[in-house]
């Protein structure tokens, strides 16, 4: 991948290995493979290409992908690889992700069967706890988002919050009260 995207770009590919490497200005196209595979790839500023960086320990608020990553981080067997591409504009980096959907991927939010598989391990098919996880991942926002949202408005009991926590190591401290 990486030698893919230095030929399509030269001199603007970032390979950063920390938060702290992602450029603090400008507009750029921010990429996260699993396996040389893109599971994010986006345009914006320093505030979105974060979730690139996502853990079990960090979440980007807001970020339609940030399920997606945490479900890779907690179930998926592989390796990870982040790159930034430099842009001049908003327009550029528009650009530049159009062009890298169509010639790398990176535009889908399909979760592999595996992932899936250990994701609903040990949830009832029918029961609240499948639903809410389902709907997350079908979410057209920030499925991680809507959910403490739901927790926070009550939507979501001591029980279902539990399992759901438990599963996706959401931080039980703080559980959205």
Known sequence: MKNKLNNLFPNRVLNPHSINEIPQKGYMVYILTFNEMPIVLGHGRRNRAKVIFDNTNLITTNHLKAIFVRLYNLFGNGSFSRYIITCKSKENAKEVEKY????????????????????FENIQENSTTYLILEIALRSSFDGLSDIRKWRKDGLIDDIVWGEISNKLKLNQQNNGK
């Open 100 to 119: 890298l959907h169509n010639t790398i991927g990176g535009d889908n939010r399909n979760v592999p069967i595996e992932i899936r598989k250990q994701l």
